[in-house]
């Protein structure tokens, strides 16, 4: 499933207007952010539900501000 992502998303950057790219760049952020929220809520080595939340905020502000 990713590596059909990754070729869509070049794909994409290949074949737009770059006036668009700022766009662009949001939606891959928040698909990583989704993708690793839902990977910090499935582990099994993340133990309690407080790391959990922290770790999931961190990446959130983590991914935001970059």
Same mark, same amino acid.
């Given at each position: 499933?990713?590596?059909?992502?990754? #070729?869509?998303?070049?794909?994409?950057?290949?074949?737009?207007d770059h006036s668009f790219l700022? $766009?662009?760049?949001?939606?891959? #952020?928040?698909?990583?952010?989704?993708?690793?929220?839902?990977?910090?809520? #499935?582990?099994?080595?993340?133990?309690?539900?407080? $790391?959990?939340?922290?770790?999931?905020?961190?990446?959130?502000?983590? $991914?935001?501000?970059?």
């Amino acid at each position: 499933m990713i590596p059909e992502a990754i #070729k869509l998303i070049t794909f994409s950057l290949s074949h737009i207007d770059h006036s668009f790219l700022p $766009l662009v760049v949001s939606s891959i #952020k928040m698909f990583a952010i989704a993708t690793l929220f839902f990977y910090v809520e #499935k582990h099994p080595l993340v133990p309690c539900d407080d $790391l959990r939340y922290v770790l999931t905020i961190s990446i959130f502000s983590f $991914l935001l501000i970059n």
